[in-house]
């Protein structure tokens, strides 16, 4: 196993592919291994791209590829696509419009499957990250499944997400709850020779000044109803969503209570809506000074048009997350995040180990033939567990 | 988590029919397998380093233009060069069997001719793994 | 009552004996369905054709909607043209074939040209390498086409030529071998592929994009409608489709919206619709079910003829006109048991015969294993000949009109193939549809629920899931030297060499700045082909102008 992990740091293709497998498969001692690693990771710039099926995210992503080369970045790409739920299996189908780049050496393409997550990325994705941050990889782009209700795991693990819309999806639209604009740094109308594209940019920028109004205890004009009478129409036009309302603590303004926006509210991602006004794409106009919102920008990913200013806006982004402490919030956000993994991951595995699994199910006849009530079951299954796991051997490396 | 079968399903070379590359990838989708479609026209570079990165256990090349004696053992050459050994290649489409001795020499475990129920070749994979399941 | 109204009694009485009588000796099967699995009832009769007006719904031979055919006396006047899809190797190999075959009586030619000539490769090119004269003939220049065609006057035969991204190449190509033979370009005949959308959908060879694809496409209709009259300027596909694994009424009506999208881009770039109109042709398969393809060639030829004159608003009845070409289908074919090809190929023939085709290519029993041997593919022309000769069926004209199951089949196909049409018309046209994947995604569904019936054997195949037997690997099937590769580089190498350099730079830096604007490229690529610029620089310069295709993979 150190083997294979020092031929990742190396930057060894068939080593960092091999480590992949492994974590997919669950294999605890590649994840011991890779996690017990304290120095070898952070340096990567991880980049999601989410946004409904059919936005054009793999031919963005391919371009987008191209860009980054150009500037001399090595580039990991993490594809997600969903496993059948009913064989198991899947046809990860995104690699193919990013094959252009399959014999760059600076450019590793890897194709996920969710095998069951419902997040949008798989359980394996944050670690796959890791192992490409460790060899040596400059950029990691993480392709989701699509954007939807709760697909929004993402942002847990990227830096930077980078949420696609197409001008005129109509009926096939993903339903989604309020959150999806909360979920993107960056938003880019892709597409954007439809006819709407630039309707699209318009309420979206709207949409994003709202909010960052609503955030700042700014009561926008038309009131609070605006957003909720506005957000339907408008959501229904990007294809992000269906149904939208917004949420309690959007309404911060009834309070008279200025939010200070470096506290995160619960559920918001801390950093949305505060980007500083030197990114925002020059043709805004519309939008006040005193307002400072994500960057909405238009591509054609299919001629690579706007594609330019879309790494540009990326990359100095990052030099923005960093210079404000945003990017250390995130991380760190991140990692709490992945404790957590890590902790339900352990406590999943000892369930099932065979002594569990029956003590679990001797409590499970006991309850049914109530001679036992659920809570102490439940407490006395707790009691094991942890007895179990401080008596359990953890992978040594 | 488990272990899911890896398949990359290539098209080497310039042929455009892709009717059974697509039925064979739906079927190992549907018989569990993790399935990579490449696309059309793949040089064997294209395809191995493909199958590398995505660390597949068998490759599927599939091709009906009669280039399949050059197309073939390229791609086995490059995988063993990269050190890729333990992956499993196997072919389908319009191969002649009196090639099929020479492609199988030049390592392709198996040929699927025309008519192969897709069921033949998911036996085929299951039995013949390089790699073992567990 | 009236006699329907005692027949539909009649009728519900016999059908509860009969369903009785199965409850004891039941039918073959469950459900009983075409090739298309559309359901197939146990009898028809008058009661499915209560509303058949005959002049509104076929018309008589050679009159609108033209159900029946096209011409008014069909193969009296004269046979369809057997037209044999060949070629492969070097032009010179290829050359051999063509003369063998119009020696045996074949009456068109029909040229197959291999994989890097229809992607606008040259055979020296890296990409090209094992696939030099593989599936067609290697043409690389002019002077491979003046050896195709050496010998053969191109005054007294009709081509068809199998290409479609590079079409205007090839076709340019043709005019200047013709010329070269004193035979000036309004004396042609034939046709060329020239279907680029099919190629997006179906068929792979694609190389620009759809835009500059539709301009190269509209430039041919309109340089032809000039100067070659009596040519083809497209063969709008359903082969492909059907070989994709779409169902009948799938190729019909993806074929039509293709045709729909064909003639809106001529439209668009200012010609008359009675200009190209009668210039359009068609390709369309035929599968095992006999009646379900006739029924699909008659119902196709009613919905274009509607298309044309109620959509398009097309005056010349020429326009109105389905012509087409049939190709019996290569993917039924098995490789066990050859010989059952022959048969096969016997059943499809006849159907596209029923059908009212205007040309026919019959396949070779080989054709699951290899390209066709001499003995193969004489034996294909033979199926034609004596269907033509032998069987009674050309005698008159649409014999299987009035069958009331036929009738039937050919409506419930024109139905469909409408539904398709305007769900194609509600995504924004086949562009966009292509765009979308819609197409693709349907054909595919198709293909795939009819593999996993065979697999169920709910889809009997003789010899392949029923009546196998133990076979040795056949013997003697056509090889294309390996050696085809070295020699085109020669040949290449020589021609660089002894071309006027000056000339080919010239002509390509004019269609360089053409493709720039919106000259008709026809006249500069005509100047670069005389100039022995190569296929493969040609199709450089324009891959560089206008880009290339990437494709949009569903599953």
Not at chain 3, 442 to 448: P, V
Request: hydrophobic share 40%; with cysteine.
């Amino acid at each position: 196993m150190n083997d294979l992990i020092r031929a990742c740091f190396s930057g060894d293709v068939r080593a960092v592919a091999r480590l992949i497998t492994l974590l997919e498969n669950g294999d605890r001692e590649a994840y011991a291994a890779l996690y017990r690693l304290k120095d070898h990771a952070g340096r990567a710039q991880v980049i999601g791209i989410t946004g409904p099926p059919g936005a054009g995210k793999s031919t963005l992503a391919d371009k987008l590829i191209a860009q980054f080369r150009l500037r001399g970045l090595k580039v990991g790409v993490l594809a997600v696509d969903p496993s059948s739920p009913f064989s198991g299996g899947a046809i990860l189908g995104d690699r193919l419009r990013m094959q252009g780049h399959a014999t760059d050496p600076g450019v590793f393409i890897r194709s996920l499957a969710t095998r069951g997550s419902l997040g949008g990325i798989s359980k394996a994705t944050h670690a796959a990250i890791r192992v490409l941050d460790a060899a040596g990889y400059d950029i990691v782009l993480v392709e989701t499944v699509g954007v939807g209700q709760s697909e929004i795991d993402i942002v847990r693990v990227a830096d930077l997400v980078v949420l696609v819309s197409v001008p005129g999806l109509g009926d096939d639209i993903q339903v989604i709850k309020a959150g999806i604009m909360e979920i993107g740094d960056i938003f880019v109308v892709n597409k954007a020779d439809r006819d709407g594209a630039d309707r699209v940019v318009r309420e979206i920028r709207a949409m994003l000044e709202l909010q960052a109004q609503l955030r700042r205890g700014q009561i926008p004009k038309g009131g609070p109803d605006t957003l909720a009478a506005r957000a339907p129409e408008f959501l229904h036009h990007t294809g992000l969503a269906e149904g939208w309302e917004p949420r309690a603590d959007n309404e911060s303004g009834a309070t008279g209570k200025e939010e200070s926006i470096t506290t995160p509210t619960p559920g918001v991602r801390p950093g949305a809506g505060t980007v500083s006004a030197a990114l925002v794409n020059q043709e805004a106009g519309t939008i006040s000074a005193a307002l400072t919102i994500a960057p909405v920008l238009k591509t054609i990913a299919e001629t690579g048009d706007g594609v330019k200013e879309l790494a540009d806006t990326i990359l100095n982004h990052f030099e923005t997350l960093s210079r404000t402490g945003e990017l250390e919030r995130k991380r760190l956000e991140s990692i709490r995040y992945q404790l957590g993994q890590f902790v339900s991951n352990e406590i999943a595995h000892l369930m099932s180990l065979p002594e569990l699994a029956a003590a679990q199910d001797e409590l499970a006849r006991k309850v049914f033939s109530r001679k036992m009530d659920v809570y102490s079951a439940g407490l006395a299954l707790f009691h094991t567990i942890i007895e179990q796991g401080a008596s359990h051997e953890h992978p040594q490396t | 988590m488990e272990r899911k079968i890896r398949v990359l399903i290539a098209k080497p070379g310039l042929d455009g029919h892709d009717r059974g590359a697509k039925v064979i990838a739906r079927a190992l989708r549907d018989a569990g397998m993790e399935v990579i479609y490449t696309g059309l026209r793949q040089t064997p570079e294209q395809i191995v380093s493909a199958a590398i990165q995505e660390d597949v256990d068998v490759i599927g090349l599939s091709i009906l233009s009669g280039a399949h004696n050059h197309l073939f053992p390229r791609v086995v050459e490059l995988l063993k060069q990269s050190g890729a050994e333990n992956v499993l290649v196997f072919g389908g489409g319009v191969i002649p069997e009196e090639d099929i001795p020479f492609l199988k020499s030049k390592g392709i475990a198996e040929v699927f001719g025309p008519g192969t129920p897709t069921s033949k070749t998911i036996e085929f994979i299951r039995a013949n793994l390089k790699r073992p399941l567990n | 009552m009236t006699d329907l109204e005692k027949l539909q009694q009649d009728l519900t009485t016999w059908t509860t004996k009969v369903e009785k009588a199965n409850e004891k000796y039941p039918e073959r099967k469950k459900q009983f369905v075409t090739g298309s699995n559309a359901p197939v009832k146990r009898v028809y009769t008058p009661l499915d054709q209560k509303d058949f007006d005959y002049e509104k719904k076929l018309g008589l031979p050679g009159e609108f909607p033209y159900t029946s055919g096209v011409q008014p006396t069909m193969y009296r006047g004269r046979l369809w043209t057997m037209r044999q899809y060949a070629g492969f190797g070097t032009a010179e190999e290829s050359n051999a074939r063509y003369k063998y075959l119009l020696e045996q009586g074949q009456t068109g030619l029909s040229v197959a040209f291999d994989l890097p000539t229809q992607i606008g490769y040259d055979s020296d090119h890296p990409l090209s390498e094992g696939e030099v004269g593989k599936v067609g003939v290697a043409i690389d220049s002019l002077a491979d086409m003046e050896t195709l065609f050496g010998g053969i006057p191109l005054d007294k035969v009709s081509t068809s030529m199998t290409i479609n991204a590079p079409a205007a190449v090839l076709l340019a190509m043709y005019i200047a071998v013709a010329e070269k033979q004193g035979v000036s370009a309004d004396k042609l005949n034939g046709t060329i592929q020239n279907d680029i959308l099919k190629e997006y959908i179906a068929r792979g060879t694609y190389i620009f994009p759809p835009a500059p694809s539709m301009r190269l496409i509209t430039d041919i209709f309109e340089y032809c409608a000039k100067n070659v009259p009596n040519w083809n300027t497209i063969s709008i596909s359903g082969y492909h489709i059907r070989e994709a694994g779409s169902t009948a009424v799938q190729e019909v009506a993806f074929t039509l919206a293709d045709g729909i999208a064909y003639v809106e881009a001529a439209l668009k770039a200012g010609l008359d619709v009675d200009e190209f109109g009668p210039r359009l042709s068609f390709f369309f398969n035929a599968h095992n079910d006999l009646f379900e393809e006739v029924a699909k060639f008659r119902a196709a030829r009613r919905v274009w003829a509607h298309i044309m004159r109620d959509r398009f608003g097309a005056k010349n009845p020429k326009s109105w006109m389905l012509r087409f070409h049939t190709q019996t289908g290569g993917s039924t074919l098995t490789a066990q048991q050859p010989d059952n090809n022959i048969i096969r190929v016997t059943l499809q023939a006849l159907a596209a015969v029923l059908g009212g085709t205007q040309s026919l290519h019959t396949n070779s029993r080989d054709e699951a294993l290899a390209l066709p041997t001499e003995e193969a593919v004489r034996i294909a022309l033979r199926t034609q000949q004596i269907i033509a000769y032998e069987s009674g069926v050309a005698e008159t004209v649409d014999p299987l009109a009035g069958s009331y199951y036929v009738e039937s089949l050919t409506d419930r196909i024109e139905t469909e193939v409408l539904q398709y049409i305007k769900r194609i018309d509600d995504l924004g046209g086949a562009v966009k549809a292509i765009e979308q994947g819609y197409i693709q995604q349907e054909i595919q569904d198709s293909a795939y629920a009819w593999q996993m019936d065979v697999e169920k054997n709910e889809r009997i195949i003789v010899g392949l899931n029923k009546f196998q037997i133990k076979e040795n690997p056949p013997k003697g099937l056509l090889r294309v030297d390996p050696a085809v590769g070295e020699r085109q580089k020669q040949k290449l190498a020589a021609l660089r060499s002894s071309r006027d350099q000056g000339a080919v730079e010239r002509t390509l830096a004019a269609l360089r700045n053409a493709a720039r604007g919106t000259d008709n490229l026809m006249v500069p690529i005509l100047e670069a082909v005389k100039a022995y610029a190569t296929l493969g620089e040609i199709c450089g310069v324009l891959r560089e102008e206008f880009g290339e295709y990437k494709p949009n993979v569903m599953f």
